[in-house]
């Protein structure tokens, strides 16, 4: 059961390591682009490539989803950015239970986007856990984890990509001890759990009163999905990299100080200026702020964010 990239490596991994994957659940396939075409997602475009056969009920919980799952009579359910909760109907069907793929160190930042939120939050070091399935959200007994430095620089798409390797790599270790009989179940101490909320496109707008560093984490973390952003009057500009100067702010949070094409586009915030080194105007594409300068003008002295 998974859906978006990040599931992909362990749909992969359990075909490769010999697993006999009856059927994958999905989520329904979705209208995207600008003609709104139903579009299906990763996992169920690999799972088609490999043949096995897919269900995508709109709520697994619900009868008819209940029944699909019933009739694969299944040993064991896998987990992986699947998007919906499992009811305990659901989770009392496969004999051996299921395993879950968390793209954090449990039980640290349970919830929909522990990828984006580790950046965001400035954390040094996450990884992935598996994780015995329950009621609750991310609340299993754990089982194994890997952990790894977050780069300096790393986005949430770029950790998602190799979080998504180490965690089919972790869950096929996780089945060979389930396997032989191994596998040691770790309740979560929910004095140190944390929740992060769900995603939504609100979450990258920028407060430039923030530090320098909060900003830098908010960008990274909300790039690709659902983008860092601020206003200018003409509509939202789309940051996605931005660096810190180290001359403390010369302005007022959000000031335009500087916007040339040699100089580049400086903005002041909380503590510090920023240059916005890769930037999305309205109506633009995604460019170098010095190379966008070079044919078009922003106004210094202007604030972003108070349109």
């Known amino acids: ?6 599931a992909v490596p362990s749909l992969r991994a359990l075909v490769e390591g010999g697993c006999n994957v009856v059927g994958v659940f999905c989520q329904p396939d979705r209208p995207k682009g600008r003609g709104h075409k139903l579009a299906c997602c990763p996992v169920k475009e690999e799972a088609v490539r490999l043949g096995i056969p897919v269900f995508q009920p709109e709520r697994i919980k619900r009868a008819d989803g209940v029944q699909m799952l019933c009739s694969l009579e299944p040993d064991l359910c896998v987990t992986a950015a699947f998007g919906q909760l499992l009811s305990q109907e659901i989770l009392d069907i496969p004999k051996m239970g299921t395993v879950n793929v968390h793209s954090s160190l449990l039980p640290k930042h349970r919830g929909s ?3 984006n939120w580790s950046i965001m939050m400035g954390d040094q070091v996450t990884g992935v856990t598996t994780m015995f399935t329950d009621r609750g959200m991310d609340t299993g007994d754990m089982l194994l984890k890997a952990e790894t430095l977050i780069g300096e620089k790393e986005t949430a798409g770029e950790l998602s990509s190799r979080l998504a390797d180490m965690g089919a790599e972790l869950l096929m270790e996780t089945l060979k001890r389930l396997k032989d009989g191994t596998l040691v179940r770790i309740p979560q101490n929910p004095e140190e759990a944390t929740y992060e909320p769900k995603l939504d496109k609100e979450t990258g707008r920028i407060d430039w009163k923030k530090k320098a560093q909060e900003i830098d984490w908010l960008v990274r973390g909300a790039t690709p999905w659902p983008g860092a952003f601020t206003t200018l009057p003409e509509g939202n500009m789309k940051i996605f990299e931005v660096c810190a100067l180290g ?3 010369t302005g007022r949070p959000g000031q335009v100080r500087k ?8 903005v002041s915030c909380g503590d510090d200026d920023m ?3 890769q930037i999305q105007m309205p ?8 190379d966008y300068l070079r044919g078009h003008g922003i106004e210094t002295g202007i604030v972003l964010g108070e349109v």
């Open 113 to 115: 986007a522990p990828i």
């Open 283 to 290: 109506g633009a594409k995604r460019m170098n702020a010095k």
């Open 247 to 249: 001359t403390g702010a």
């Open 1 to 6: 059961m998974g859906t978006p990239d990040f």
């Open 275 to 277: 240059e916005l080194v």
């Open 259 to 266: 916007a040339d094409g040699k100089t580049g586009l400086v």
